[in-house]
Each structure stands twice: as structure tokens, then as C-alpha cells.
């Protein structure tokens, strides 16, 4: 369905350089640049828990910048873009800062423009006060931080941190505090079984606004991942289950948003078509439609975000197939023009402070 007059606000993207930043994931795209064999040969000797997790290779092997994202969209009425932070490994410090002055200098002053930055951090370490202030330095754009805290217990579901739990550890919880201190954000990726560790942050610092991302990620809730995650149709009921009790409690927090992104993500347990054949909009819809009606059911429009997440959720569709199978699911739930316009629009501008 289109979304008649709607200036889109595509809430969480990420863009990347690996050959010339400092990305986890550089040195792996520079290999595979020099590797004789095709990319689809190469990719096999990953680990399996990586190829699950991204689906397909290509995006993470070469830059994805501006040029990269309008071309995804296409015709889609995007005016505005937020950059979230991706795998930066700068060392030092503020290192991280460096991945904001990258993106501040990026062509985005056009449509899609860039209108927020969410950036790299980790309230548990060491000075990170100072490393907030250098991001704030770098861009007048910065809204919050994410860190990489998405650990999930399946040892064959990609983990991004050692640490389980990690948001409610002491030295997070203390950390945290420096973002009360300056008005920002907080990005909160989890794997599904962590969300209530979300709600005890809101808990804590009712103050903060914090961003659920990817509804929470319930790995293997469309198909088995892992060692044993979604296996068969009676766990992935079981996750289903707890994921919407457990979002049910999150939404209870007023301080917490929640995204409607990310649900095209592979680890998901999506099957992946061949490259350059999208997922077709109603084949999404069927698979996705309960988790956005609940979303709805408990968060309301106006605490619901979209965003594109590419390009990793670029090897299952593309953002014009987002966009109809979440906005179809929404009108076929009820939803309207006004709902439409909070979840692709107002609600980011919002808690985005995004200017019109």
C-alpha cells in the first residue's frame, strides 16, 4: 500500500566503509577482496553462526554509503535518515567518536538528509562521560548511543558481547547515568530472551528515553537457527509466547519506544531468496504480521518507530517491501492514516528531536 503524503523518516540505517574505517568486520572485507574465488565459494568457509546472521556476504564486504541507501530506496518518499552505529573499532578511548565525524562528513545534506546520529559507546567502561562529550563534539546530530550488548545463550546464534545480562551488570548500570546527565538516548539491541533486562533499565532511569531495537530480535521465531533455536514448530511457539509477555511488560515502561525494524533480519530464520529477488511484500506479511499487530496492541502508534535496517536486512527484501508488509499490517490491524504517519514519521521526529 502507498503512504499517501507521508515524508518518511527511516529510523535506523547503517553506513559503512571497510576498506578506508575501522570496522570489526575490515579486515574480513579485505580478504575476501583479495581471495581468487567468487564471494558465494569464500562465504562457506565462515562459521555457520556468521553465515546465519547475515544471510548473505556481499553488503558487509564493500561500502554502503549514501549513494548505496538512495539507490535502495528508490522512489520510496524517505526524507530523512538515522545513522546507527556498526562494529567501529578505532582503538583508544573516545575512538568511537571517530565514526561520528565520519558519518557528519558524509553527502547527506540532501534528501534522505541526515537527521540523527546514534552512536557507539559502552556506559561500563572507563570515561565514558568524555567519550559522549567527543561525540557531541563531532556532530551537533548526535541523539544517543548503542552498544553492542545482544548475547544470546544458543552457542550457534552470533553473540556481539561476552557478557550475558549485560545491561543490568553494576558498572553498566552506573555508567548509564552519564547519558541522564546529557538529555541523550539509548539504542537497546537484544535477542529476545533479554528483553525484561530492557525493562529493568527503564526501570532504573526513568529519565532516559530508550529505544527497544528490532522489536527485541527473536532469533528463529520463521525457522530454526543455531545449534537449536526455533528447531521445530513447538519452540517457536514457546518464543512467540515469551516474547510478546515480555514485550507486553517492556511497554508498560513510558520511557521506552519500541522500532519496527529489523524483522526482515536473516538470524530471524527467514529464508533467504536468491540475491536480487526481494521477499515479495505478502509472503512478509504472513510471517511478520502478528509481531507488528502486538507491537501496536502494546506500544500504541505513537511509541512505535520505524526503520529500514539496511543493508542487513538487504538479503531478505527491499524497503519498498518493508514498507507495504508493515503499513499493510498496521491498516489491516486497524490502523489508519494517523497511525501510519506516528510510526513512519512523528514518533521518530520525536524522541529523534528531528528537525521539520
Do not use: C
Not at 568486520?25 to 574465488?37: D, E, H, I, M, Q
Not at 561476552?162 to 555508567?175: A, I, M, R
Amino acid at each position: 500500500m502507498e503512504l499517501s503524503g507521508i515524508r518518511i523518516i527511516d529510523a535506523h540505517i547503517h553506513q559503512w566503509d571497510p576498506f578506508t574505517t575501522p570496522r570489526d568486520f575490515s579486515a574480513l572485507a579485505k580478504l575476501f577482496r583479495l581471495l581468487p574465488v567468487p564471494v558465494d565459494a569464500a562465504k562457506r568457509l565462515a562459521p555457520r553462526r556468521d553465515r546465519e546472521f547475515v544471510g548473505d556476504p556481499v553488503a558487509y564486504l564493500r561500502p554502503y554509503l549514501p549513494f548505496d541507501y538512495r539507490a535502495d530506496a528508490g522512489n520510496a518518499p524517505i526524507e530523512v535518515i538515522a545513522h546507527i552505529e556498526v562494529e567501529w573499532s578505532q582503538s583508544g578511548p573516545l575512538g568511537k567518536a571517530g565514526e561520528t565525524a565520519w558519518v557528519a562528513g558524509l553527502p547527506l545534506a540532501e534528501a534522505p538528509r541526515l537527521g540523527a546520529i546514534l552512536a557507539g559507546g559502552d556506559p561500563a567502561d572507563p570515561g565514558f562521560g568524555e567519550l559522549l562529550d567527543a561525540h557531541a563534539a563531532a556532530s551537533p546530530l548526535l541523539r544517543g548511543i548503542r552498544t553492542m550488548v545482544a548475547h544470546h545463550p544458543d552457542p550457534g546464534v552470533r553473540s556481539f558481547t561476552g557478557t550475558p545480562g549485560k545491561l543490568v551488570t553494576k558498572e553498566f548500570l552506573d555508567g548509564f547515568a552519564r547519558l541522564a546527565e546529557r538529555g541523550l538516548s539509548f539504542e537497546a539491541w537484544v535477542y529476545s530472551h533479554a528483553i525484561p533486562d530492557v525493562t529493568a533499565l527503564a526501570e532504573r532511569y526513568p529519565e532516559v528515553p530508550i529505544v527497544l531495537n528490532h522489536l527485541g530480535t527473536p532469533a528463529g521465531i520463521f525457522g530454526a537457527v543455531g545449534k537449536h533455536t526455533g528447531a521445530n514448530p513447538g519452540l517457536r511457539r514457546q518464543l512467540l509466547v515469551r516474547w510478546r509477555d515480555d514485550l507486553a511488560a517492556l511497554a508498560e515502561r513510558p520511557n521506552v519506544v519500541a522500532k519496527v525494524s529489523g524483522l526482515m533480519m536473516p538470524i530471524l530464520g527467514h529464508p533467504i531468496p536468491p540475491r536480487g529477488t526481494p521477499t515479495p511484500a505478502p509472503q512478509l506479511l504472513d510471517r511478520i504480521g502478528p509481531l507488528v499487530e502486538h507491537a501496536l496492541d502494546v506500544f500504541g502508534a505513537d511509541r512505535l518507530i520505524w526503520g529500514s535496517n539496511f543493508p542487513v536486512d538487504k538479503p531478505v527484501t527491499s524497503i519498498a517491501n518493508s514498507i507495504e508488509a508493515i503499513a499493510t499490517a498496521v491498516t489491516g490491524h486497524g490502523g489508519g492514516q494517523a497511525e501510519l504517519e506516528q510510526i513512519f514519521r512523528t514518533t521518530a521526529q520525536r524522541v529523534y528531536r528531528i528537525a521539520d
